[in-house]
């Protein structure tokens, strides 16, 4: 078979030719639009209009390998219009999710207070079990000490 003729699952995993390109958030768009056009056509307004939708592509957490196959081949044949929806769409999702991640976040780290509070608290109850079992220990050797004195005073 020809390169040109290859079919998505060609390459050597099976998976298809989208999944030999790595997400990673640090890597820029035009870094993911130069991958990408080894395997993809690439259309011109993608690369000058939305320039950050390839990436948008491979970090979104919500497509599968085969979801990607799918919008990277057929890309090309999209209007502008839609690639601004589609592109809209991921960001939108983008921004959900950066707004979930705080929101675990600060919900995680108020259980964390809470039960730091209450680890705080069985410490101190524990601290003052322990002070009253010792105020306990003192009181019985001081009667046991002013029982002598005085059975030491009486003999005199």
Same mark, same amino acid.
């Given at each position: 078979?020809?390169?040109?003729?290859?079919?998505?699952?060609?390459?050597?995993?099976?998976?298809?030719?989208?999944?030999?390109?790595?997400?990673?958030?640090?890597?820029?768009?035009?870094?993911?639009?130069?991958?990408?056009?080894?395997?993809?056509?690439?259309?011109?307004?993608?690369?000058?209009?939305?320039?950050? =939708?390839? %990436? /948008?592509?491979? !970090?979104? @957490? *919500?497509?599968?390998?085969?979801?990607?196959?799918?919008?990277?081949?057929? +890309?090309?044949?999209?209007?502008?219009?839609?690639?601004?929806?589609?592109?809209?769409?991921?960001?939108?999702?983008?921004?959900? =999710?950066? %707004? /979930?991640?705080? !929101?675990? @976040? *600060?919900?995680?780290?108020?259980?964390?207070?809470?039960?730091?509070?209450? +680890?705080?608290?069985?410490?101190?109850?524990?601290?003052?079990?322990?002070?009253?079992?010792?105020?306990?220990?003192?009181?019985?050797?001081?009667?046991?000490?002013? !029982?002598?004195?005085?059975?030491?005073?009486?003999?005199?």
């Amino acid at each position: 078979m020809a390169d040109d003729q290859k079919t998505p699952q060609d390459d050597k995993t099976g998976k298809g030719k989208s999944s030999l390109i790595k997400a990673d958030p640090s890597r820029s768009n035009e870094d993911y639009i130069k991958e990408a056009e080894k395997y993809y056509i690439i259309p011109k307004l993608v690369r000058d209009v939305f320039p950050d =939708l390839v %990436k /948008l592509i491979f !970090e979104t @957490e *919500s497509m599968d390998i085969d979801e990607r196959e799918y919008w990277l081949q057929i +890309l090309p044949i999209m209007t502008e219009d839609q690639i601004k929806k589609f592109r809209d769409i991921l960001v939108n999702e983008k921004d959900q =999710l950066k %707004k /979930l991640d705080k !929101e675990y @976040e *600060s919900e995680m780290s108020s259980l964390e207070n809470k039960h730091q509070k209450v +680890l705080n608290e069985e410490e101190i109850r524990r601290n003052r079990e322990e002070l009253k079992s010792k105020e306990d220990a003192a009181e019985v050797t001081e009667a046991k000490t002013e !029982e002598e004195l005085l059975k030491q005073l009486g003999n005199l």
